[in-house]
């Protein structure tokens, strides 16, 4: 599955992030999320998934 950044279009990685900033406050240490070459960052429906699992995140 290829996933196309939605602000630059250019083809996004799956990379590991060491240290993001999901939402204010919320800080995710050595997640998984989607990167492009420009350094946008996305998360799938999965990464959301696989967080909300492991507890990082709560969705509303
Ligand atoms: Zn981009």
Not at 9 to 34: D, Q, S
Request: net charge negative; glycine share 6%; charged share 30%.
């Amino acid at each position: 599955m290829t996933i196309i950044c939605g602000k630059c279009e250019k083809e996004m990685k799956e990379i590991e992030l060491k240290e993001y900033e999901f939402e204010e406050g919320i800080i995710l240490n050595n997640v998984i999320a989607m990167q492009c070459p420009s350094g946008h960052v996305t998360f799938t429906e999965e990464h959301v998934d696989i967080l909300e699992h492991c507890g990082f995140i709560q969705r509303i």
